[in-house]
């Protein structure tokens, strides 16, 4: 059973910068959308960006355009959610989620955790002073 690993999180000062990874053994990333979401205390799970696997598309929430930057290291495997200018209202727990790409959608990514077939524990990140 594939599951992404997050890596990255901790505490940070607001307008701080953080960078979030997400890991996964055995596959290559590079075949997977990839997407993060978030979810803070008593609120509902809500979408962070996510990434094609061509890397052509990236789509982010409005609360986080400007300051969050998704991308991938292929040569590590990896795919990383740069945070910068980090305020309070970021504070969640971070997840990423992944689904195979099938053919012909190599510049396909959805805000739309349903469409997601494997999902990570989560990463705290927590922004306070």
């Known amino acids: 059973q594939l599951q992404p690993v997050e890596s990255g999180g901790g505490l940070v000062e607001p307008g701080g910068s953080m960078r979030l990874s997400c890991a996964a053994s055995?596959?290559?990333?590079?075949?997977?959308?990839i997407a993060w979401f978030r979810q803070a205390p008593g609120k509902e799970r809500e979408e962070v960006s996510c990434?094609?696997?061509?890397?052509?598309?990236?789509t982010y929430s409005d609360s986080v355009k400007g300051r969050f930057t998704i991308f991938r290291a292929n040569d590590k495997n990896t795919v990383y959610l740069e945070m910068k200018a980090l305020k309070p209202e970021d504070t969640a727990v971070y997840f990423c989620?992944?689904?195979?790409?099938?053919?012909?959608?190599?510049?396909?990514?959805?805000?739309?955790?349903?469409?997601?077939?494997?999902w990570g524990p989560g990463t705290q990140v927590t922004v306070s002073s």
């Open positions: 990434v094609s696997t061509s890397s052509l598309t990236t």
């Open positions: 989620a992944a689904r195979r790409r099938t053919y012909g959608l190599q510049n396909v990514c959805l805000m739309d955790s349903q469409f997601y077939r494997h």
């Open positions: 055995g596959i290559t990333l590079e075949n997977y959308i």
